[in-house]
C-alpha cells in the first residue's frame, strides 16, 4: 500500500490509516519538514527532473514526489535493508542499492524489481553491502561497496556493467579499503572515494583504476567533479579537498566546520554546497577556495544532497528532508 505524505507546515495529514503531524521550519534559506518514514533515517536523495524526485532510506523505506516536494508518497519494495543510494540515468530508469541487491525500474519508478544481486561467494565469503551507483550512459555504469565479515570489512567493492544492469562484473581494485561513492563526469572518467583517504580515478571507460594521493588518511564520503578537471572530495574531520588538474594533486581547504562532512555538490564552477553530520551545511561561491556555514535549522545529522538550478536538497536523520529553493 502507498502512503502519501503532505509537507505543509503544521497541518495534520492522512497516513494510511495513522493521522500525524509534521515538523515544518524555515531558517536561513533552508525549509524543513519530516516526513513519515517510521523514524527511519534517510540515506538518500534524487532528482531526474524539476518535479520528480525520490528519497531512500534505513528499512528499506523508499518514496517519491511529482510535484517538487510538495507530498511524498511511500513506494515500499518489500525489503528491510536499508537504502543506500538511488540514481537515474533518465527520467524513466532508475537504480537503488540495498545490500547486495540492485533494484532497478524501467517506468520511472511505478514498478521496482531486483535486477541483480550479488553473492558472498563472489568476494570468498564476505557479505556485500553496495554504497553508490553511477553510469556514463545508457549501457555503461559502475558500483562500489564494501565487503565484511561480520563487523569487519574485508574488502572494497567495484564492479563494472556494459549492458544496462543485466550483467555486473567484479573488478580488481587499486585498494582493499572500503569505497563509499562515485562520480563520473563523463564517458572515459570517473572517480571513487573512500575509507583511509582512498581516491581511485579512471581515463578509460572504468576498466582499469588506478589510485591518487589524497594527502589525508580520513575516511573520505564524497566526490564531485565538474569537468575532467575540477573536483572536490568531503570526509571526516571536516575534511575538504580540491583538485584543478583532475586529481594529480589534490589540496586541503580550510573548513569552517569540524564535523563529518558527508555530501558535496556543485550547481556550477563557483557555487557549491556540503551537508554533514550535526545539520552542517557550507557553501562555497567562489569554486570550493572558501567555505561559510550556512543556518540549516537542526542539528539533525544529513546524510545527503542533490542541488539543481533551481532547488537544492538535504536528506538526514529521522525523515527529515531540507529543501532550499533559490
Not at 81 to 93: L, Q, W
Request: proline share 2%; with cysteine; glycine share 14%.
Amino acid at each position: 500500500m502507498m502512503r502519501k505524505f503532505s509537507v505543509n507546515c503544521l497541518l495534520p495529514v492522512l497516513i494510511g490509516l495513522y493521522v500525524g503531524s509534521i515538523i515544518c521550519y524555515s531558517q536561513g534559506g533552508w525549509t524543513g519538514a519530516h516526513i513519515n518514514s517510521g523514524g527511519k533515517d534517510l540515506n538518500a536523495v534524487y532528482f531526474s527532473d524539476s518535479k520528480h524526485g525520490w528519497v531512500g532510506g534505513d528499512g528499506g523505506f523508499l518514496a517519491y514526489t511529482e510535484d517538487t516536494g510538495a507530498s511524498w508518497v511511500e513506494r515500499p519494495l518489500g525489503i528491510d535493508h536499508a537504502i543506500n543510494d538511488v540514481y537515474f540515468v533518465s527520467k524513466d530508469r532508475g537504480f537503488a542499492l540495498t545490500g547486495g541487491s540492485i533494484f532497478e525500474t524501467s517506468d520511472g519508478g511505478h514498478s521496482w524489481h531486483e535486477g541483480y544481486k550479488f553473492s558472498s561467494t563472489e568476494f570468498e565469503g564476505a557479505s556485500p553491502e553496495l554504497y553508490s551507483v553511477r553510469f556514463n550512459g545508457k549501457k555503461r555504469g559502475w558500483v562500489v561497496g564494501a565487503a565484511s565479515r561480520g563487523d569487519v570489512i574485508v574488502n572494497g567493492i567495484l564492479a563494472i556493467t556494459r549492458d544496462s544492469g543485466v550483467t555486473w562484473q567484479v573488478l580488481r581494485a587499486p585498494t582493499n579499503q572500503e569505497l563509499i561513492h562515485i562520480d563520473v563526469v563523463d564517458e572515459k572518467r570517473a572517480w571513487i572515494v573512500g575509507a583511509g583517504g582512498a581516491i581511485l580515478h579512471t581515463e578509460d571507460a572504468g576498466e582499469t583504476w588506478t589510485r591518487q594521493k589524497s594527502g589525508t588518511e580520513a575516511t573520505l564520503y564524497h566526490v564531485d567533479f565538474r569537468n575532467e578537471k575540477d573536483g572536490w572530495a568531503v570526509g571526516e574531520r571536516g575534511t575538504i579537498l580540491k583538485t584543478e588538474d583532475g586529481g594529480n594533486s589534490w589540496t586541503k581547504v580550510t573548513s569552517p566546520a569540524r564535523s563529518t562532512l558527508l555530501s558535496v555538490q556543485f550547481v556550477n564552477g563557483d557555487e557549491g554546497w556540503i551537508a554533514g553530520r550535526g545539520g552542517v551545511i557550507l557553501r562555497s561561491g567562489d569554486s570550493g577556495q572558501t567555505w561559510t556555514e550556512q543556518e540549516s535549522g537542526t542539528k539533525q545529522n544529513l546524510y545527503a544532497l542533490f542541488i539543481d538550478k533551481k532547488n537544492g536538497w538535504a536528506v538526514g536523520s529521522n525523515g527529515l528532508i531540507l529543501k532550499y529553493q533559490r
